[in-house]
């Protein structure tokens, strides 16, 4: 059965922004050989996309190679200056970052993945932490399994089914039955713990930021290298902080939306 095309989708349109995509932290620059390859498309198709966005003033040009200039953040500002409860959050980071001397960010999820829409650094940054615009696995993340946990037993069981599962270290949990029952096992928690599932060395805590509907906007998070002084601080230490600074943001959050 052939499948049916949707006419009012533009296809072309879906493509240009494939190719956007395709420049990230690994590949900032890229030849047309090389990005017509990432996003599957013939080089002369590339070659049209990249010459349109360059005549914007969303991409250059190097010789044979194309690279993204900073124009490329107009197409992201009105998303995030939509986004009017991350001013409030930014306060209540800044007091976090403040008060524990460790770097904060705020994360939302995005597809299989998480997306760092803001962080604050502290004096002391942690080596390895996402950036502003950086994504992580969801599944093993603090904050994807806050999203997760958020999902009802048939949402969580098709994304966990639809969602690839690597095996990052040897506490990584790979098997989607037994991530299934972790999830919603820890669903009545207002926090999430993952220790050394993403990196060995690493734990990372995240509490959520809710609407006025109770859904998750975003969440807080803050991760650090494992040690068993660093496990106490932030169990007892900065998790409460967290939490309690997160139901700050919540809650003026939703007075302003009232």
């Known amino acids: 059965m052939e499948e049916k095309i949707n006419k009012d989708i533009a296809t072309s349109f879906l493509k240009g922004l494939s190719v956007i995509e395709a420049f990230d932290h690994e590949n900032p620059n890229m030849t047309l050989t090389e990005v017509a390859k990432k996003v599957n498309i013939t080089r002369s198709a590339a070659r ?35 986004l009017f409860w991350t001013d409030i959050a930014n306060k209540y980071v800044r007091i976090i970052v403040n008060e524990c001397k460790l770097s904060c960010a705020i994360s939302i999820l995005d597809g299989e993945n998480i997306t760092c829409i803001m962080r604050v650094n502290s004096s002391t940054i942690l080596r390895g932490g996402v950036d502003v615009g950086g994504k992580l696995p969801a599944a093993y993340t603090a904050t994807g399994r806050l999203f997760m946990a958020e999902m009802n037993d048939k949402e969580l069981y098709e994304y966990i089914s639809k969602t690839p599962l690597k095996k990052y270290t040897s506490k990584t949990i790979i098997d989607p039955k037994k991530l299934f029952e972790k999830i919603k096992s820890e669903r009545n928690q207002s926090y999430q713990v993952v220790e050394e599932e993403l990196e060995n060395g690493l734990l990372s805590i995240a509490v959520p930021i809710y609407n006025s509907q109770h859904r998750i906007l975003g969440c807080m998070s803050i991760g650090t290298f494992m040690s068993e002084d660093n496990a106490k601080y932030l169990k007892e230490y900065v998790l409460p902080l967290l939490i309690e600074k997160a139901n700050l943001a919540t809650e003026a959050i939703v007075l302003l939306k009232n």
């Open 48 to 82: 049209r996309f990249l010459l349109s966005l360059e005549s914007l003033g969303y991409a250059s040009q190097n010789g044979k190679v194309f690279s993204l200039t900073p124009r490329i953040i107009n197409l992201g500002y009105s998303y995030f200056s939509s």
